[in-house]
């Protein structure tokens, strides 16, 4: 499934990285409209603490209920948009947290299918935003250990990366660190041709 006629830019990895600031300042710098994303909100809502272990089946539920909400706020676009977060970011959480004996697998293979359908639909770039700021805890947020966060981000890596994904994907080195040379970057691969 190839886009229709949404042409989004994705800003994609782990939590506490710097994608929502990134977002907002490449909004501003570019005049392309931020369509935000409310992951934490659908959280404190359910009465449910991102930071803390869940049964597997709870995270499939709700990280459902966040597609559905984030595909809402995305159909809403008129053309071009920045967004800090996109379905394969959902799919990665979901996948960290699978184990050898996590039941639902067929659940969860629909569930990632979907996943990257709605990636194809709604965006054209995706740009890989690697951990390495400074961590600031947050309540309401995912949890704030290194490791866990660097998981993530591989497996954001890989699915950017799986053959189904019609978006181009730019990856942000590591070094780069400051938001100003995070704007920068970022601005130079979305106005490359295929960006």
């Excluded at 250990?145 to 990856?171: F, M, N, Q, S």
């Excluded at 780069?176 to 970022?186: C, D, G, I």
Aim: charged share 15%.
């Amino acid at each position: 499934m190839k886009s229709d006629g949404y042409r989004g830019i994705g800003l994609c990895g782990a939590h506490r990285v710097g994608k929502t600031t990134l977002a907002q300042a490449v909004s501003q710098a570019a005049g392309i409209p931020f369509l935000k994303t409310h992951t934490s909100l659908l959280f404190t809502q359910k009465g449910l603490d991102p930071a803390q272990p869940m049964p597997f089946t709870t995270r499939l539920s709700i990280q459902r209920e966040i597609l559905a909400a984030a595909v809402a706020v995305w159909s809403r676009a008129a053309g071009r948009f920045i967004s800090d977060r996109t379905p394969l970011d959902m799919a990665a959480y979901t996948l960290a947290d699978v184990q050898g004996t996590t039941p639902g697998s067929d659940a969860l293979l629909q569930y990632l299918e979907e996943c990257v359908l709605h990636t194809n639909r709604f965006f054209s770039t995706l740009v890989v935003i690697p951990p390495g700021i400074p961590l600031v805890r947050e309540p309401g947020k995912a949890a704030l250990h290194e490791a866990y966060i660097e998981h993530v981000h591989t497996l954001v890596v890989g699915l950017c990366h799986d053959p189904r994904i019609l978006a181009g994907v730019h990856l942000v080195p590591r070094e780069v660190l400051s938001l100003n040379a995070r704007v920068q970057r970022t601005l130079s691969l979305i106005t490359q041709p295929d960006g």
